[in-house]
């Protein structure tokens, strides 16, 4: 079952959006009538369980899914309809025209995820298959994850930008925060940094151009919108989050709030029986991660040296809560312990998986290679390699052919510390890499220096070492049981983003202009007039519970372009809970990115 109440409980209602979205898809599975057979974009599978889940459509009438898009596919023949659910891409038009060709007395539907496009319209014509198959555009653009949290599920949009130099995507973010600003009013000031912020505020304001006179009279829930480009903060996504929710991502991998195990290291309790077969056993276990399940809520923030202690508490006050039973010697007593023994029930099966979860994490931090990785990235993050230093480790790594994702990182992360490579040390890199892994690394090679991640040192750029200093990027002693600094999501390590949006707040930028000239792309300052410009005060049902009193803080919508991670995204709700912070943080991203994933998605 997926849950979705906890939507509903942040400063803005983020339940309406997927009402809403439920609605559309509703009405155009309606539109197509008699049975259906449902063949999803991979990609698109787990954003969309959050939206709809599978007993509704089958109240819908369909019939049968296929959980992938690929040539070779056999179709049920069961359904009167097969429904295809795409992302706009053209690879998926030739699927498309092979299972026309091959299956017969069928009618074809293709559902496009948000829109249709023309390249894949022109693709289906030249297939000969376009008069075949009826289009439909399904507007679904942004996925809510968490109260606070939103993603776009757009994971190449960086590589298109920076790399392909494909700006398409950028006009999808416009319309995003313009169905956004339709729900909750339009937000009257706009800040950022980057070439990519820029061009979506100029998308932004030619959408509400056309839109002029039709906008919804919405009162402003928003006071700020934070627009910010990946390329400003290159360095944070490389760094090893030490999150509980971090690691969790870093090793296993979560996607839209679900993460997959492989069955044999989890109990047998959470094993899902596969239907129509009692005696196959799963081959994997998928969990739902999000802030519906308290002790997650009480776990995922968390840098992971606090989690033990944390799961051995609550284990003692269950084991209490289960002890109370032989103290109940009434009737009245009795009754009021078997009404609270579900709850009691469904904690200890909570506490049962975070246990199980956290030791398969320790298992993995208590390799002698992730420490001396963690030294390893320490050391650039502190500045204290320069740009003609060969790092021992990296060297090692390289020899001992350690993961390819792991060496480029630390080779990028040394990179953007030391201001580039002078050209020896460069070639060197390479040259290293490309002899151990493969000449195919080439084309890696050549993508990191054409978005940045790898560059040549240039004298005059004072570049991270002014930023170290002057935003203390790094913090000795980080207190990870009670944190007094973001840095605490990765041990000593202040994501740069997240340094930007806590000088936002205060002092202000006024006071960091040096650094705003030496990050890439415009430094923007905006406001959108709208008729309603009174703010709205929706409390939160986290906020007040902590007492911090949300109510008198500015709402901003911070969005990254280009992807954010779960540590970055944790050490703004830190900043959101903290009483000398006049901003609380609600984040969309275009998609949630580890360090593996963003180098994955360059290669």
């Keep these: 079952m997926v849950s979705t109440g906890h939507l509903s409980s942040g400063r803005l209602n983020l339940a309406q959006i997927r009402e809403s979205y439920v609605r559309d898809m509703l009405n155009l599975l309606d539109s197509v009538g008699g049975t259906k057979c449902l063949i999803w974009d991979e990609e698109l599978t787990s954003p969309v369980a959050t939206v709809i889940e599978y007993h509704i459509l089958k109240a819908r009438g369909v019939v049968y899914m296929i959980q992938s898009c690929k040539m070779g596919m056999e179709i049920a023949t069961v359904a009167q309809n097969v429904i ?106 706009v800040r950022g940094k980057g070439v990519q912020a820029q061009r979506i505020l100029e998308l932004m304001a030619r959408l509400r151009k056309e839109l002029s006179g039709k906008e919804s009279p919405q009162v402003a829930q928003i006071d700020t919108l934070f627009l910010l480009d990946r390329s400003v903060d290159l360095l944070s996504p490389l760094a090893t989050q030490l999150t509980y929710e971090g690691l969790l991502d870093e090793m296993y991998g979560i996607k839209d709030s679900f993460i997959k195990f492989p069955a044999e290291v989890i109990p047998e309790e959470f094993h899902v029986k596969t239907p129509n077969s009692s005696e196959k056993k799963p081959t994997t276990v998928i969990f739902q991660l999000n802030s519906s399940e308290d002790l997650y809520v009480a776990l995922r ?254 709402l901003c919508l911070v969005v990254f372009i280009g992807g954010c991670t779960f540590a970055e995204i944790t050490a703004l709700r830190w900043l959101s809970q903290q009483g000398d912070c006049s901003l609380e943080f609600v984040v969309l991203t275009t998609s949630i990115i580890s360090g593996d994933r963003f180098i994955k998605t360059l290669m």
């Design 84 to 189: 295809f659910i795409l992302r706009p891409r053209s690879k998926y038009m030739d699927v498309v025209a092979d299972c026309i060709k091959h299956t017969k007395n069928v009618d074809f539907h293709i559902f496009f995820v948000p829109r249709a496009s023309f390249p894949c319209q022109q693709r289906l014509e030249k297939l000969g298959v376009f008069g075949s198959v009826q289009i439909h555009q399904l507007l679904i653009e942004v996925f809510p994850l968490d109260p606070d949290l939103m993603s776009m599920d757009l994971d190449g949009l960086f590589r298109e930008c920076y790399v392909d130099g494909d700006t398409s995507q950028l006009l999808a973010v416009a319309r995003a925060l313009s169905m956004l600003q339709s729900l909750f009013g339009v937000i009257p000031y």
């Design 301 to 554: 923030d968390r840098n992971f040296n606090t989690v033990g202690p944390v799961l051995n508490q609550m284990a003692k006050q269950l084991s209490k809560q289960y002890d109370e039973r032989h103290e109940a010697k009434t009737i009245s007593a009795m009754k009021d312990f078997v009404s609270r023994l579900p709850k009691i029930q469904e904690t200890k099966r909570s506490l049962t998986k975070h246990c199980t979860l956290s030791e398969l994490v320790q298992q993995r931090i208590s390799n002698p290679d992730f420490t001396e990785d963690l030294y390893c990235e320490q050391e650039f993050l502190r500045g204290e390699y320069g740009p003609d230093q060969i790092h021992p480790h990296i060297e090692n790594c390289i020899a001992l052919g350690r993961p390819l994702l792991r060496v480029i990182r630390l080779i990028c992360m040394h990179s953007l510390t030391a201001n580039g490579f002078k050209p020896k040390l460069m070639e060197h890199y390479k040259r290293e890499v490309v002899h151990q892994y493969g000449i195919e690394t080439l084309t890696l090679l050549k993508n990191l220096e054409k978005c940045g991640l790898l560059k040549t040192y240039v004298t005059s750029q004072k570049g991270y070492s002014m930023m170290l200093k002057t935003l203390r990027l790094t913090v000795d002693n980080v207190n990870d049981m009670e944190p007094q600094d973001p840095a605490f999501v990765h041990q000593m390590y202040a994501p740069l983003s997240v340094r930007l949006l806590q000088f936002y707040g205060t002092p202000g930028w006024r006071a960091i202009t040096d650094i705003l000239e030496v990050l890439p792309g415009a430094t923007i300052e905006d406001y959108q007039h709208a008729a309603a410009t009174k703010l709205q005060r929706r409390n939160s049902r986290e906020s007040l519970q902590s007492g911090h009193g949300s109510e008198d803080k500015k």
